[in-house]
């Protein structure tokens, strides 16, 4: 009988603890638990003290613990991921914030922390303020990608991403603005997004994403396409390149546009991430070259 009631404190205990994402503090679990119950189950192994009064799964999502045991929330970069947005590089410690008027605590598990006051959805920054948190302290490239993905995958709406710019204060404001002024819900990909940056920073203009190029007999869309100029720019992940039916694919896709007189250049991951300047040049010299002779566009 014992042991049976011992089983239903490990359940009643990782329940709460699975609705609060993983995390909570121990007021949480109290308001469902007793305080013996807490203590059985942390005994038992099945949940860990992670600072003073807040207790986890032992499997919990790492941003959401680190936040909740430093007394803040999810922020930036982690706080992208959680909301499945697009991003450049993989936090290696938690981004955290945390209230301005709140000391970080010693005991709390390792982030990077920020401070303010950040509108929060479950202890994570809403999806706007994620955008404009990552824009504000990431470069352009991250910053964009980010941006893109959030309108893409309607996690935002463009009005309130661009009002709440407008409303910001301090430092970067200008920075932050720009980015959502930039951003695009058409971009696919955060390589896209940062093959586009790269233009934008070396003054490139002309390319506009997701160009759709089409006539009776064919219909495509390239990443990033002049539409004057007949000037496709690709940016190829791996990911949707490894397999022999996407090399056939993709070797019918460039033929038929170079048959309608586009000049494709594709770009690797490494292209784009390590040697921007080599992009630069490679668009910038295919620009120099006078545009085709039929100006009849096949791009819709």
Partial sequence: MAGIRHAVVMVEVGEVLAQRGGTATFSDLLAVVTAHAVRKALAAGSVRRVAKGVYALP???????????????????????????????VPSLPHVTIPLDRARRRAGLPCVPHWG???????????????LDCARTLSLTEGLAVADSALRLDLVDRDDLEAAAMRLTGPHRRRVQRVVALA?????????SALRAILIDARIEGFEP????????????VDLGDRLRRIALEA???????????????????????????????FSWEDVMLDREWVIEAVREVLRRPPPINQDSLAA
């Avoid at 919990?60 to 590089?89: F, K, Y």
């Avoid at 695009?184 to 896209?192: F, K, M």
């Avoid at 160009?211 to 009776?216: H, I, L, P, S």
């Avoid at 990911?239 to 494709?264: I, M, P, S």
């Fill in 236 to 266: 190829e992940g791996f990911e949707f390149h490894g397999t022999r039916k996407a090399l056939v694919n993709d070797c019918r896709r460039q033929v038929n546009l170079v048959l309608r007189d586009w000049l494709v250049l594709r």
């Fill in 184 to 192: 695009d819900h058409r971009a696919e990909s955060v390589l896209e």
């Fill in 210 to 221: 997701q160009v759709v190029v089409r006539d009776e007999g064919f219909s495509a869309r």
């Fill in 117 to 131: 006051d950040s509108p929060a959805i479950d202890d994570v920054t809403t999806p706007v303020r994620t955008v």
């Fill in 59 to 89: 499997e919990a999502p790492s941003a959401l613990t680190a936040a909740r045991s430093q007394g803040g929330v999810v922020s930036h970069l982690s706080a992208a991921q959680h909301w499945g947005m697009g991003v450049i590089s």
